[in-house]
Protein backbone atom coordinates (compact mmCIF):
# COMPACT_ATOMS: atom_id res chain seq x y z
CA UNK A 1 0.00 0.00 0.00
CA UNK A 2 1.36 3.28 -0.70
CA UNK A 3 0.83 6.28 1.17
CA UNK A 4 -0.35 9.40 -1.23
CA UNK A 5 -0.84 13.39 -0.77
CA UNK A 6 -4.50 12.38 -1.62
CA UNK A 7 -5.04 9.97 1.27
CA UNK A 8 -3.28 12.53 3.73
CA UNK A 9 -5.66 14.95 2.23
CA UNK A 10 -8.80 12.87 2.97
CA UNK A 11 -7.44 11.75 6.52
CA UNK A 12 -6.93 15.66 7.31
CA UNK A 13 -10.50 15.92 6.08
CA UNK A 14 -12.29 13.69 8.56
CA UNK A 15 -9.83 13.97 11.00
CA UNK A 16 -11.13 18.01 11.30
CA UNK A 17 -14.97 17.26 11.29
CA UNK A 18 -14.92 16.61 14.74
CA UNK A 19 -13.36 17.71 18.09
CA UNK A 20 -14.34 14.58 20.41
CA UNK A 21 -11.78 12.03 20.74
CA UNK A 22 -13.68 9.22 21.08
CA UNK A 23 -15.73 9.80 18.03
CA UNK A 24 -12.35 10.66 16.10
CA UNK A 25 -11.12 7.24 17.34
CA UNK A 26 -14.85 4.85 16.38
CA UNK A 27 -13.99 6.78 12.85
CA UNK A 28 -10.76 5.45 12.69
CA UNK A 29 -11.67 1.89 13.58
CA UNK A 30 -14.43 2.50 11.02
CA UNK A 31 -12.10 3.49 8.19
CA UNK A 32 -9.73 0.54 8.69
CA UNK A 33 -12.00 -1.65 8.91
CA UNK A 34 -13.63 -0.42 5.88
CA UNK A 35 -9.98 -0.52 4.35
CA UNK A 36 -9.53 -3.90 5.42
CA UNK A 37 -12.50 -4.94 3.05
CA UNK A 38 -11.30 -3.18 0.19
CA UNK A 39 -8.02 -4.64 0.24
CA UNK A 40 -9.49 -7.92 -0.06
CA UNK A 41 -8.52 -9.49 -3.58
CA UNK A 42 -11.85 -9.83 -4.90
CA UNK A 43 -13.08 -6.82 -4.05
CA UNK A 44 -10.41 -4.76 -4.51
CA UNK A 45 -10.33 -6.12 -8.90
CA UNK A 46 -13.47 -5.25 -8.87
CA UNK A 47 -13.17 -1.67 -7.89
CA UNK A 48 -9.60 -1.39 -10.17
CA UNK A 49 -11.29 -3.01 -13.37
CA UNK A 50 -11.94 -0.25 -15.81
CA UNK A 51 -14.97 -2.02 -17.25
CA UNK A 52 -16.55 -1.37 -14.13
CA UNK A 53 -18.45 1.97 -14.09
CA UNK A 54 -18.10 4.38 -11.37
CA UNK A 55 -21.58 4.53 -10.63
CA UNK A 56 -21.42 0.69 -10.14
CA UNK A 57 -18.25 1.63 -8.19
CA UNK A 58 -19.94 4.13 -6.01
CA UNK A 59 -23.12 1.86 -5.71
CA UNK A 60 -21.01 -1.11 -4.64
CA UNK A 61 -19.13 0.88 -1.88
CA UNK A 62 -22.96 2.10 -0.81
CA UNK A 63 -23.63 -1.41 0.02
CA UNK A 64 -20.20 -2.43 1.53
CA UNK A 65 -20.53 0.59 4.44
CA UNK A 66 -24.27 -0.16 4.97
CA UNK A 67 -23.54 -4.04 5.68
CA UNK A 68 -20.33 -3.36 7.55
CA UNK A 69 -23.07 -1.32 9.21
CA UNK A 70 -20.76 2.01 9.20
CA UNK A 71 -21.69 5.22 11.12
CA UNK A 72 -23.70 8.17 8.89
CA UNK A 73 -20.14 10.22 8.97
CA UNK A 74 -18.48 7.43 7.29
CA UNK A 75 -20.64 6.46 5.16
CA UNK A 76 -20.80 10.03 3.53
CA UNK A 77 -17.57 10.36 3.81
CA UNK A 78 -17.19 6.81 1.70
CA UNK A 79 -19.78 8.12 -0.69
CA UNK A 80 -17.38 11.43 -1.50
CA UNK A 81 -14.24 9.53 -2.03
CA UNK A 82 -16.11 7.17 -4.27
CA UNK A 83 -17.42 10.12 -6.24
CA UNK A 84 -14.08 11.30 -7.10
CA UNK A 85 -13.04 8.39 -7.69
CA UNK A 86 -10.30 7.35 -5.04
CA UNK A 87 -12.03 4.24 -3.65
CA UNK A 88 -8.08 2.62 -3.96
CA UNK A 89 -7.01 5.04 -1.50
CA UNK A 90 -8.96 4.64 1.18
CA UNK A 91 -6.18 1.50 2.40
CA UNK A 92 -3.69 4.45 2.64
CA UNK A 93 -6.42 6.90 4.03
CA UNK A 94 -6.76 4.84 6.90
CA UNK A 95 -3.23 4.69 7.59
CA UNK A 96 -2.62 8.77 7.30
CA UNK A 97 -5.55 8.73 9.11
CA UNK A 98 -4.13 7.07 12.44
CA UNK A 99 -0.75 8.63 12.01
CA UNK A 100 -2.39 11.54 12.57
CA UNK A 101 -5.07 10.95 14.80
CA UNK A 102 -2.01 9.15 16.97
CA UNK A 103 0.00 12.60 16.63
CA UNK A 104 -2.88 14.45 17.90
CA UNK A 105 -3.51 11.80 21.13
CA UNK A 106 0.24 12.14 21.63
CA UNK A 107 1.13 8.38 20.80
CA UNK A 108 3.24 6.30 18.86
CA UNK A 109 3.38 2.84 17.87
CA UNK A 110 5.42 0.14 18.76
CA UNK A 111 6.22 -3.53 17.34
CA UNK A 112 7.96 -5.29 19.97
CA UNK A 113 9.53 -8.10 18.96
CA UNK A 114 10.30 -10.62 21.87
CA UNK A 115 11.83 -13.98 21.43
CA UNK A 116 9.21 -15.81 23.59
CA UNK A 117 5.70 -14.58 24.51
CA UNK A 118 5.94 -11.92 26.40
CA UNK A 119 4.40 -11.41 30.16
CA UNK A 120 2.04 -8.14 30.51
CA UNK A 121 4.98 -6.47 33.07
CA UNK A 122 7.27 -7.30 30.63
CA UNK A 123 5.51 -5.16 27.91
CA UNK A 124 4.68 -2.15 29.96
CA UNK A 125 8.10 -1.97 31.40
CA UNK A 126 9.54 -1.62 28.00
CA UNK A 127 6.50 0.28 26.76
CA UNK A 128 7.44 2.50 30.35
CA UNK A 129 11.06 3.08 28.95
CA UNK A 130 10.26 4.36 25.61
CA UNK A 131 7.59 6.79 26.75
CA UNK A 132 10.31 8.77 28.43
CA UNK A 133 12.33 8.88 25.18
CA UNK A 134 9.64 9.80 22.90
CA UNK A 135 7.51 11.54 25.81
CA UNK A 136 4.52 9.52 23.81
CA UNK A 137 1.97 6.96 25.26
CA UNK A 138 3.29 4.02 23.73
CA UNK A 139 0.99 1.94 21.70
CA UNK A 140 2.77 -1.59 21.58
CA UNK A 141 2.23 -4.16 18.79
CA UNK A 142 3.81 -7.79 19.91
CA UNK A 143 5.07 -10.76 17.70
CA UNK A 144 7.34 -13.36 18.36
CA UNK A 145 10.65 -15.02 16.90
CA UNK A 146 12.15 -17.62 18.48
CA UNK A 147 15.29 -16.91 16.59
CA UNK A 148 16.51 -13.82 18.52
CA UNK A 149 16.77 -15.69 21.11
CA UNK A 150 16.18 -13.64 24.25
CA UNK A 151 15.41 -9.87 24.02
CA UNK A 152 13.56 -7.77 22.84
CA UNK A 153 13.98 -5.86 19.26
CA UNK A 154 11.57 -2.50 19.13
CA UNK A 155 10.68 -0.50 16.33
CA UNK A 156 9.58 2.88 16.74
CA UNK A 157 8.54 5.75 14.33
CA UNK A 158 11.01 4.43 12.05
CA UNK A 159 13.77 3.55 14.46
CA UNK A 160 14.39 -0.21 15.51
CA UNK A 161 16.13 -0.75 18.85
CA UNK A 162 17.80 -4.02 18.81
CA UNK A 163 18.26 -5.55 22.17
CA UNK A 164 18.11 -9.32 21.30
CA UNK A 165 20.62 -11.63 22.34
CA UNK A 166 20.73 -12.74 18.28
CA UNK A 167 22.35 -9.24 18.05
CA UNK A 168 24.46 -9.23 20.72
CA UNK A 169 25.89 -12.41 19.61
CA UNK A 170 26.77 -10.83 15.81
CA UNK A 171 27.95 -7.86 17.46
CA UNK A 172 30.46 -9.97 19.86
CA UNK A 173 31.46 -12.02 16.83
CA UNK A 174 32.17 -8.98 14.59
CA UNK A 175 34.32 -7.26 17.45
CA UNK A 176 36.66 -10.87 18.06
CA UNK A 177 37.27 -10.91 14.15
CA UNK A 178 34.78 -13.21 12.80
Known amino acids: MRSSKVAKRYAR ?10 QLESWGEEV ?25 KIQALAI ?15 AV ?5 RIQELPAVA ?3 RSMLDDLMGRARATMTFAVEP ?3 DVERIANRFEQVVHK ?7 VDPTLIGGVVVELEGKTY ?4 LNQLREAQLRLGG
Open 162 to 165: DGSL
Open 95 to 97: VAY
Open 64 to 78: ITEKADLSFPIRSFA
Open 119 to 121: GQR
Open 32 to 56: ERLARIIEMPEVDAAFASPEVALSA
Open 13 to 22: ALLGLSNDSH
Open 81 to 85: VARHG
Open 137 to 143: KIVPTIR
